[in-house]
């Protein structure tokens, strides 16, 4: 999914506190630095949700997924 105009933050060297925290702004907020955000500023997606469903990585037979503005129970 593509986000047009996405402000990111770049640092070398974090010196004290550090303000931002969340993994690449997936955090449902209204920064306009949260990639979920700007998903769903922009339409790409309905609701201002992330799935995430992380499997067994030994499991062969399984693969963890990411869905974005739902939540898939299956």
Do not use: H
Request: aromatic letters at 10%; proline letters at 4%; a negative charge.
């Amino acid at each position: 999914m593509c986000v047009r105009n996405m402000p990111f933050v770049s640092v070398s060297k974090v010196i004290g506190d550090f303000e931002a925290n969340g993994v690449i702004g997936l955090a449902p907020n209204d920064d306009k630095r949260s990639y979920l955000n700007q998903l769903y500023m922009q339409n790409q997606i309905k609701e201002k949700v992330i799935g995430l469903n992380f499997e067994d990585p030994s499991d062969k037979g399984s693969m963890s997924t990411i869905s974005w503005g739902y939540i898939d129970y299956s």
